[in-house]
């Protein structure tokens, strides 16, 4: 499985933005698709993850009500959807896809995208 992220760039607080994500390969193996996000100096932490089967989500607490994740399984392809942006957004922003099925919500991502960066200026 091979993943392509793309729609960063710069915006201002309070703007929004859309990051996609496109899988190719093996995609019928997929489960479930996630967003990380990581800052400079900081750890990568988890934004949040749609099941690929029946489109449940789960957000991180930073980004509920804000960020929404969806997806297009005709398109092989997972959308970040990022409204009232703050400075705090800026950061690396991945995809990751898992196979692991039965866990929910999934603890186990197995590719990586290489990812877009997000920049939000005050």
């Known amino acids: 499985v091979q993943l392509q992220a793309s729609g960063g760039g710069l915006v201002q607080a309070g703007g929004s933005l859309s990051l996609s994500c496109a899988a190719s390969?093996?995609?019928?193996?997929?489960?479930?698709m996630g967003w990380f996000r990581q800052a400079p100096g900081k750890e990568r932490e988890f934004v949040g993850v749609i099941s690929r089967t029946i489109g449940s989500t789960i957000y991180a607490d930073s980004v509920k009500g804000r960020f929404t994740i969806s997806r297009d399984n005709a398109k092989n392809t997972v959308y970040l959807q990022m409204n009232s942006l703050e400075p705090e957004d800026t950061a690396v922003y991945y995809c990751a896809a898992g196979l692991q099925r039965g866990n929910w919500p999934p603890g186990r991502y197995d590719y990586w995208g290489q990812g877009t960066q997000v920049t939000v200026s005050s």
């Open positions: 390969g093996r995609t019928f193996s997929i489960n479930h």
